[in-house]
């Protein structure tokens, strides 16, 4: 690596999105003329040893993976015209002079035929995806007459559907995206199975709420659907918030 220019990349947040918002940068790197060789610092967080496994094993244009520091780069400014892929991009020193990039994956899913006339939505999140709930979700799909005939099971933090009689388990992060791609229409919240979605070239219909960074509304394929939220959820929402901080208060004192 002495003789050659090299980039090793450490990723600094471990969701599957932050990896994916990364995963053009190796192409890149290389058709640019920038680097020879491109490597993952074995340093980089990762919430699931899956992401390493989809995202960077199975990238041809990743040379390998080093225990070593690499570069922890953050975003650069996102200005009208781009997205936060194309901020990546530039916070490196790299441009390919294109805009509006989409994540890259380098696998091909199974297709599961029992899934190509049906609708999916996947109500589970990690990271914020704004202020509503399900009653606010349930009304937004009742009142455009949308069916969903299967919803992923759920997992910690999730906005479910009440109203959704099938029920979905991927075995695996590839199982699930065999879910994503077979599926007639995708529906989720603007968090990782969007972005993932994205770069499996699924088109996808995202919700969320009030406080997310529009930012995360990264691709032009997807339909990112606001939900307002209301008067009761928010009236909730503040007694949750004010219980556990009294909670808190009375530990502390």
Same mark, same amino acid.
């Given at each position: ?21 990364? $995963? ?16 993952? $610092?074995?340093? $980089? ?92 979700? =349930? ?11 299967? =919803? ?77 939220? $209301? ?23």
């Amino acid at each position: 690596m002495e003789n050659e220019k090299t980039l090793i990349l450490q990723i600094k947040y471990g969701g599957l999105g932050d990896h994916l918002f990364y $995963s053009h940068i190796p192409r890149i790197a290389k058709e640019t003329g920038a680097y020879e060789k491109v490597y993952i $610092s074995n340093l $980089s967080e990762f919430r699931h040893p899956d992401y390493k496994k989809l995202v960077w094993h199975k990238n041809p244009h990743v040379d390998g993976f080093v225990d070593g520091t690499g570069i922890e780069a953050e975003p650069v400014k996102i200005t009208l015209g781009e997205n936060i892929l194309d901020a990546v991009m530039l916070g490196l020193g790299l441009d390919d002079g294109k805009r509006f990039h989409e994540p890259e994956l380098y696998f091909q899913p199974e297709i599961k035929k029992e899934l190509t006339n049906k609708s999916v939505y996947d109500p589970n999140f990690v990271s914020f995806v704004g202020n509503f709930g399900s009653s606010d979700l =349930q009304k937004w799909i009742e009142q455009n007459k949308i069916k969903i005939d299967c =919803q992923m099971k759920l997992r910690d933090k999730n906005i479910l559907l009440k109203k959704v009689s099938e029920t979905l388990q991927s075995k695996s992060l590839e199982d699930f995206c065999s879910i994503i791609i077979s599926c007639k229409e995708l529906y989720c919240l603007t968090s990782g199975t969007a972005t993932l979605a994205s770069a499996l070239k699924k088109p996808a219909t995202c919700f969320y709420g009030a406080g997310q960074d529009k930012n995360f509304h990264h691709s032009k394929m997807h339909k990112y659907i606001f939900i307002p939220e $209301s008067f009761i959820n928010k009236t909730q929402r503040k007694i949750i918030t004010f219980v556990k901080n009294a909670k808190n208060y009375f530990k502390i004192a």
